[in-house]
């Protein structure tokens, strides 16, 4: 139990002008999954933060949406213009007037954060009662990064920004992280205080470490051994790194859980979907959102799994297959070529190869649903034109467009009749060799 109550303030106002993009920088996405939703989900699993503040700016509509459709205890709070990253916490200061507890700061951009280490970072804080606690890491190189300056005592005095330090400031490998841990009552006069001075001509939120020292206030940092913990993101090769240092953190919690992975530079699976021991995940897959998957289970090569499967044991998810949003229950088979979405199928279901749930009607813009249920079977190429539920033991005949329910132990068929025409080729060489000259 911590002495305080915690409050976060998330920075998310800034353009990110090294993405060349349209899009904000912080709606940039891994695995489907905005940076700035990797940070607030990590702030929310501390268990200790009652309220988030986001600061918007940039983009601020776009990333207000997101931050309103997907997280209720989070408010956000315009900067604009931005003038730097201490004018950018400022703007929440009028929320937590008064406010006698511990204020986390962190960036939008740095999404490989986790809960585990902001919780052990607010309780060292906490623990040593500190007034302002900075998270840092040693850098072999540090540049672009603000630098920890200690005294001869080497004690903690200031952070001083790349383009503002001097040849022997540069040199030092102690950088500053970007997270902050604030006892808001002691701290907060510093931000009536910040000066605009400087290479950048910015208010710059590290500049509260000086003010604090010179009120003899206590000033620590917090060295985080996990660097990849504080990447943060300013171009989209740093995305795609982050990316790849997410995938095979996820990667080996799945192995380390009993999953076999045969190549695991050709596979991407989501941190939030668990998988059953004994599945086996072959090369080039790609597995997005949230997911279970049960034991046994057989998925790939080229299986592509969107978000919001529940798939049971023993299950087989086969080449160029798609699932969205569907349930499969055990002993299920879709081995090839077909796309099942905003389906429940059943156990011991086989879909034949190029099924095709059409669940989506682009017109009324409504999803609906394939109903799939025990023992039931689709031929090849079918169609099943949602919403449609073909019931137990029922079958489905090659290249089939079902419109209509099927009735159990039924087999339902809609083709045209097959016409065989005896001796039509034999004619046609006859023919074109010359018996019509
Ligand atoms: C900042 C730190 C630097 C640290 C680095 C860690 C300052 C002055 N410098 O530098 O010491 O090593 O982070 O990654 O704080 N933002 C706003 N409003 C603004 C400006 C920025 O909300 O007016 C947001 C940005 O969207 C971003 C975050 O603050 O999420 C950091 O801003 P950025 O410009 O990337 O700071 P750095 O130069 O990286
Ligand atoms: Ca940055």
Redo the contacts with the bound molecule.
Sequence with gaps: MLNKNVKSII????K?TRMKSDMP??LHTIFNKPLLGYVIEAVNNTDLVSENFV?V?HEAEKVEKFVNDNYSNAKCIL?SP????G??VNKAAPFINGFDGYVIVV????PLITAETLKNFVEFHDNNEADLTVMSAIFDNPK???RIIRDKNNRFVA?V?EKDASPEQKAVKE????IYCISWKSVHEAFNNLQNNNAQC?Y???DIVKWSVEHNLKVQSYILDNKDEIF?I?SKVQLAQATKILNKKSLIRLMEEGVQIVDPDSTYISPETTIGADTLILPNVYITGRNTIGTHCKIGPFSHIRDGAVIGNNVRIGNFVEIKKSTIKDNTNVSHLSYVGDSELGSKVNIGAGTITANYNPISKVKSKTIIKDGANTGSNSVLVAPVTINEMASVAAGSVITKDVEAYSLAVSRSPLKIIPEWVKRKIEQLSGGIK
């Design positions: 920075l998310a106002a800034g990110g920088k912080v600061i700016g900067q931005q003038l730097g990253t004018d950018a960036c939008g951009d740095t672009n990064y603000g952070i920004e950088i500053n992280a970007g910015e710059y939120l590290t943060g300013n």
